[in-house]
């Protein structure tokens, strides 16, 4: 797959900022590394690691949101470095019960750093809550105690420590974390390789233990220290390789384990089969289908004694009648988790086979399906995670879908983590649904999807039913190849496939999964490996995966499903659609107010935008018509493709009681979705945010990077024959512009933001009619400050994103003007350019990065700029940049075009240019102008600056 170059340069921006921002940090800068960490946080919101030098930064300036910062990175990564600092900024701020917190925290689960500093520290925290000292395990699993007269009493895992009867600082020490190593070992050529991450102590390479079949084993030390994975960042790994030489007079298969016997992910292995392996052979037969078996259903469980429980629970309710539950214990850690199976046991719920040692998930699958077997004979297998939450009667229905063919193997539900079989979203990620919500959403897909079974490559193991047929013709999971698992169903379904039989997705039956919860940071890694594995054992296994994404045969099940939610939210008043892109900007502002304003009149506002799921649509840049009522992921599967799905769109729209239809941009969508009014015989609305009625470059921008000046038909054909259109429609330059003069001469209403916007409209479509509604009250009081007086240097502030028609240019070259003259300008872009780095590299220029809807006017205030420069080189319709900089306290200068001007000639908020204006003019401008504050409406420029204004 091509990589992304725009993502490629943000992550290049990103690191650059963060590098300078730790730059600043070393040198003790903290307004200069705060800058620069808060742009790499803006560019790479998902990295915790600027967000943590940020933090220390924020505690370094006495800024009250350190702590807050602090807590959130410590807790959602569980960083030793973080809960120790948050104990400091904590303690040095008066917030010693927090502070306590903290440390509690770190020394329950890691070790005591090597840090003279740190015993201070906890025995200041210890004393400034009445506590009589502090432990925690210090190298070597020493325990450390600084109080008199302790007394230490352990319990499996667990040492509790007091003095005088009351715990110390640091107690109790959790000894299963402190001892927690993760990693992954896999075949390499005739050896293996792999990494550990030494949970508490991070920087210390663990030790490990190379154990052989027979017993034989031999201290592995890791030498390389790696980056960290991307779902532990702040735990480096360390790398080691044993090869054949330190493998020779063992016997395979090898465990790559802890110091305590806690093997890797991916252990056990042997190499050799690993090399050996060849694609799995074929054998179809034809399948009769065979008598109906009784069901068994076998659960493996790992950890978290909460979600098993809730799973457990789920699933007796579910049942409609007895049926054998086998609960396989693959040696939990956990004494709470251990107790509650034995009483499960003790009240006849469960059948429980309890591991000595832990095997992993295809090892446990393998023993409550031999189990069940031994038991009840030949019998079907509802194989289910402890992390998942049934709805009623959903075994059945699955136990059924085995039934509904003679050669189907497996049936697994919709759920909202089950990759292939995700629902709403079909990429999965979506969240786990509580129990009322599972019961809602399973009752609507039975109504929506009945008895549906719908062919899919490979089950789902979270929720797997198996025929017991296609069970002995094919075998059980591999567990010596999957390990601790993944691709074990997989590679069983297409061993199952190979002989015959077929699987099916089960869209009447919704059932929860946490998903993950039973992996690591080493699962992603696992995940990798055993993917490969499977495409080596069955070639074309992925290009089979992808062939199904593409043609989706769950979608219509995914929409009939959606479209039943839908209904739910249908309001008396009817409805009005509102048709528009997905690009975001000032566009999405308003949509999203409007919609607003619909709601509060009663109307359901139903938002109509273009959808690209398919590689057929981003290639063609007509995406379909996806549905929503605002909810940003909430029905992800109404969409239709138009043409052929025109009808099924409109009977929705009908059924909804659309009054009329609002077109605010149709970029994206197909051209049919113009006809949208005459087809559901309602009135249209047209909402001008842009020039795309009439220009193909949507914002006249020519071939030059500037201003088109508007020229006639001929002149537009030229500039799309060089430039290109941004508007996928086909259609030709005059046959927009007729087209469009149709649409808005048949409007009930055409709405402009701003007076200049409505000229322009009526100059290429005489005769139409134009409402002028601002999309801001410009008659609201601002407080504006002018530049001051006698400042040696002025920084200006360039707001929103600067592209093309903003005007990058025009800045890139202002920056190079002030550089060359040694001017006492410089430039802070509160916001993102299409191109950072060029502007960065003139050092006349700071970014702030994107900001966050509300965060712009903190950011400009903050950034202590003199005044606003908006370089925009095509006329805005309205400019919010324009209302962001205003709200920031800054006066603003723009070009002589568009709402831009036209506002600030009505306010006297600032000043106006000459477009094309030379840039050194420009500069001069941005240096020397002041507010005729003796003018209130300040509606003309000082009088020094008029020969530079008729320039």
């Known amino acids: 797959m091509t990589a992304d170059p725009v993502r490629q340069r943000r992550d290049r921006e990103a690191a650059d900022a963060w590098s300078r921002g730790r730059i600043a940090l070393d040198a003790g800068d903290f307004p200069r590394a705060r800058f620069w960490l808060e742009r790499a946080c803006r560019i790479a919101p998902d990295d915790p690691r600027p967000r943590f030098d940020l933090a220390l930064v924020l505690a370094a300036l006495g800024d009250s949101k350190a702590g807050d910062e ?96 009351s715990r110390l600082l640091g107690s109790p020490i959790d000894l299963a974390s402190l001892r927690r190593i993760d990693g992954i070992v896999e075949a390499d050529g005739a050896g293996m390789s792999g990494w550990a991450i030494n949970w508490a102590a991070p920087s210390r390479s663990p030790v490990l233990v190379l154990v052989d079949s027979a017993g034989r084993w031999r201290n592995i030390r890791p030498r390389r220290m790696l980056e960290p994975a991307v779902q532990a960042p702040f735990l480096p790994r360390h790398g080691f390789r044993i090869g054949a030489r330190t493998l020779r007079g063992l016997t395979p298969p090898f465990r790559v384990q802890t110091a305590h016997g806690t093997p890797l992910y991916g252990s056990p292995i042997d190499p050799q089969l690993v090399a050996g392996l060849e694609p799995v052979a074929t054998r179809p037969v034809r399948r009769s289908l065979p008598p109906r078996a009784r069901l068994c259903v076998v659960m493996p469980v790992y950890r978290d004694i909460g979600t098993t ?468 009250d410009d008659l609201v009081s601002v407080a504006l400050k002018p530049p001051p007086v006698g400042v040696g240097h002025r920084l200006i502030a360039v707001v929103g994103g600067i592209g093309p028609a903003k005007g990058y240019d025009v800045l890139l070259d202002c920056a190079r003007d002030a550089a060359a003259r040694d001017l006492a300008l410089s430039f802070v872009v509160i916001g993102a350019s299409e191109d950072d780095a060029p502007l960065i590299e003139t050092d006349r220029i700071i970014i702030t990065g994107p900001y966050q809807e509300g965060e712009a006017g903190d950011l400009i205030r903050r950034s202590g700029a003199h005044l606003a420069f908006l370089p925009s080189i095509w006329p805005e319709t309205w400019c919010f940049a324009l209302s962001e900089a205003w709200r920031g306290g800054l006066y603003a200068v723009t070009f002589d075009l568009g709402a831009q001007a036209e506002r600030i000639r009505a306010t006297g908020r600032g000043l106006v240019l000459p477009l094309g204006m030379p840039v050194q003019r420009i500069n001069d401008a941005l240096l020397a102008w002041r507010p005729d504050l003796g003018d209130l409406n300040n509606r003309s420029p000082m009088p020094n600056l008029r020969a530079i204004a008729q320039y």
């Open 309 to 776: 429980e809730a799973a457990l629970n789920s699933l007796h309710a579910s049942l409609d009648e007895p049926v054998p539950v086998i609960v396989v214990d693959d040696a939990s850690p956990e004494p709470g988790l251990k107790r509650f199976l034995d009483e499960e046991r003790r009240l006849g719920r469960i059948i429980l086979v309890r591991h000595r040692v832990n095997r992993g998930f295809p090892c446990a699958a393998n023993a409550g399906m031999r189990a069940a077997r031994r038991r009840f004979g030949a019998c079907d297998i509802l194989l289910l995670n402890a992390d998942i939450l049934l709805p009623a009667g959903a075994p059945a229905r699955l136990h059924a879908a085995l039934y509904a063919g003679p050669d189907i193997a497996s049936a697994t539900p919709l759920s909202n983590e089950a990759t292939i079989l995700s629902y709403p979203s079909r990429g999965g990620g979506n969240p786990a649904p509580d129990p009322a919500e599972v019961a809602t959403i399973d009752r609507l897909a039975w109504r929506a999807n009945r008895d549906a079974a719908i062919d899919i490559p490979t089950a789902i193991g979270f929720c797997m039913a198996i025929r017991h047929d296609s069970l002995a013709a094919t075998g059980l999971f591999r567990e010596d190849i999957f390990a601790q698992g993944y691709g074990e169903e997989n590679d069983w379904c297409r061993r199952a496939a190979g002989l015959g039989f077929r699987h099916v997705g089960v869209p009447g039956v919704f059932v929860a999964h946490r998903g993950g919860a039973s992996f690591g940071p080493a699962g992603a890694a696992l995940c990798a490996r055993n993917l490969a594995l499977l495409e080596r054992l069955h070639p074309g296994y992925h290009a089979l995966i992808e062939a199904h994404h593409q043609s989706d045969p769950l979608r219509d099940s995914r929409r009939r499903l959606d479209h039943a939610r839908f209904r739910i939210g249908r309001v008396r008043n009817g409805a009005v659609a509102l048709v528009s892109h997905d690009h975001g900007g000032g566009i999405a502002r308003v949509v999203e107010a409007r919609m607003a304003e619909l709601r509060a009149e009663g109307l359901r506002p139903i938002l109509v935008q273009p959808d690209f799921s398919t590689t057929e649509e981003r290639e063609s840049g007509i995406g379909a018509a996806r549905v929503t009522d605002g909810h940003s992921n909430e029905f992800p599967n109404l969409t239709y493709r138009l043409p052929r799905e025109i009808d099924r769109l409109v009977a929705l729209l009908k059924a909804e009681r659309v009054k009329h239809v609002e077109f605010h941009h149709t970029l994206g969508h197909h051209p049919l979705i113009r006809s949208l009014p005459e087809r559901l015989a309602v009135p249209a609305e047209h909402v001008i945010h842009d020039y795309s009625v009439f220009c193909k470059r949507v914002n006249l921008i020519g071939p030059r990077r500037r201003y088109c000046g508007e020229p006639d038909v001929d002149g537009c054909v030229a500039c799309i024959e060089e430039a290109g259109s941004e508007l996928t429609d086909p259609i030709a330059p005059a046959d927009l512009v007729a087209r469009s003069g149709a649409e808005l001469h048949a409007a009930r209403r055409v709405v402009a933001p701003s007076q200049d916007a409505a000229r322009r409209l009526r100059r290429h479509f005489p005769g139409i009619a134009v409402a002028v509604t601002g999309w801001e």
């Open 70 to 165: 602090l807590e959130a990175i410590a807790a959602g990564y569980d960083c030793s470095a973080a809960w120790i600092a948050l104990a400091r900024v904590s303690q040095r701020d008066g917030d010693r019960a927090r502070a306590a917190r903290a440390l509690d925290a770190m020394l329950g689960r890691y070790e005591i750093p090597p840090d003279a500093t740190f015993g201070r520290l906890a025995g200041e925290i210890a004393r400034s809550n009445g506590m009589q000292g502090w432990c925690g395990i210090a190298a070597g699993e020493r325990l450390r105690i600084e109080a008199p007269r302790s007394v230490v009493h352990e319990e499996a895992s667990r040492l509790d420590v007091t003095s005088d009867g």
